[in-house]
C-alpha cells in the first residue's frame, strides 16, 4: 500500500507563492493518476488538480486555473504543486491522493493559509 506524506503549507500573504510536495513511500507512485485535494473550514473536502501516470496530461478546477501546476517526479516518487498568487479563498489543508481518489490513501495533509 502507498502512503502519502503531504508538506510546503504554511502562512503566507495574499499574491504570494508555496510549493506543496506529496511523497510516497511503500510502492512507487509511477503506476497511478495522482491527485491533489482540500479542503476548508466547515466545507467538503474537494479536488484541485489532477495528473497522469506520465505527467503529460493534468486537469484543473476552475478557480485556481492559470495560478496553480501539478506535475510530479517519478524517479523521486513525488508529485508537487505550485501555487501562485494564492488569494484568501484558498486557505484550506490540502492533501493528495491518488486519482479517483481512495479512502484509505489519504494522509494529514498540510495546512495553507492566505491572509489578505
Known amino acids: 500500500q502507498v502512503q502519502l506524506v503531504e508538506s510546503g503549507g504554511g502562512s503566507v500573504q495574499a499574491g504570494e507563492s508555496l510549493r506543496l510536495s506529496c511523497a510516497a513511500s511503500?510502492?512507487?507512485?509511477?503506476?497511478?493518476?495522482m491527485g491533489w485535494f482540500r479542503q476548508a473550514p466547515g466545507k467538503e473536502r474537494e479536488f484541485v488538480a489532477s495528473?497522469?501516470?506520465?505527467?503529460?496530461?493534468?486537469y484543473y478546477r476552475d478557480s485556481v486555473k492559470g495560478r496553480f501546476t501539478i506535475s510530479r517526479d517519478n524517479a523521486k516518487n513525488t508529485v508537487y504543486l505550485q501555487m501562485n498568487n494564492l488569494k484568501p479563498e484558498d486557505t484550506a489543508v490540502y492533501y493528495c491522493?491518488?486519482?479517483?481518489?481512495?479512502?484509505?490513501?489519504w494522509g494529514q495533509g498540510t495546512q495553507v493559509t492566505v491572509s489578505s
Open positions: 491522493n491518488l486519482y479517483p481518489s481512495l479512502p484509505g490513501y
Open positions: 511503500g510502492r512507487t507512485l509511477s503506476s497511478y493518476p
Open positions: 495528473i497522469n501516470r506520465s505527467g503529460d496530461t493534468t
